[in-house]
Nanobody
Framework: QVQLVESGGGLVQAGGSLRLSCAAS????????AGWFRQAPGKEREIVAG????????FYTDSVKGRFTISRDNAKNTVYLQMNALTPEDTAVYYC???????????????????WGQGTQVTVSS
């Protein structure tokens, strides 16, 4: 089993920044792709960003390109999401997840991720 714990969420004004962290523990010996997802009220969970094991491949959904940066520190089993220039449309619960489907570029479907964190709330006020 793998446990994922997110932190760093909170309330921020539009234009502000937050840095989310996701710490993995447990049986994390295999290589994995990591992703950040978000789910706003009444909407489906969507991928925000993903990163390969080496960090050499990344994916960003169009709405966050140029504002969000995903990174990872495998020695610490931690994945980060730096979020800048936040807007009220970024308000959601943010989840980190890991996928052992490393053959794909970056899996974007929730069904392809094996473990999930409990989520952290990000609220952006206008």
């Amino acid at each position: 089993q793998v446990q994922l714990v997110e932190s760093g969420g909170g309330l921020v004004q539009a234009g502000g920044s937050l840095r989310l962290s996701c710490a993995a523990s447990g049986r994390t010996f295999a290589t994995y792709t990591a992703g950040w997802f978000r789910q706003a009220p009444g909407k489906e969970r969507e991928i925000v960003a993903g990163i390969s094991w080496s960090g050499g491949r990344t994916f960003y959904t169009d709405s966050v390109k140029g504002r969000f940066t995903i990174s990872r520190d495998n020695a610490k089993n931690t994945v980060y999401l730096q979020m800048n220039a936040l807007t009220p449309e970024d308000t959601a619960v943010y989840y980190c997840a890991i996928s052992y489907d490393t053959a794909r570029y970056i899996p974007t479907a929730t069904s392809l991720y094996n473990y999930w964190g409990q989520g952290t709330q990000v609220t952006v006020s206008s």
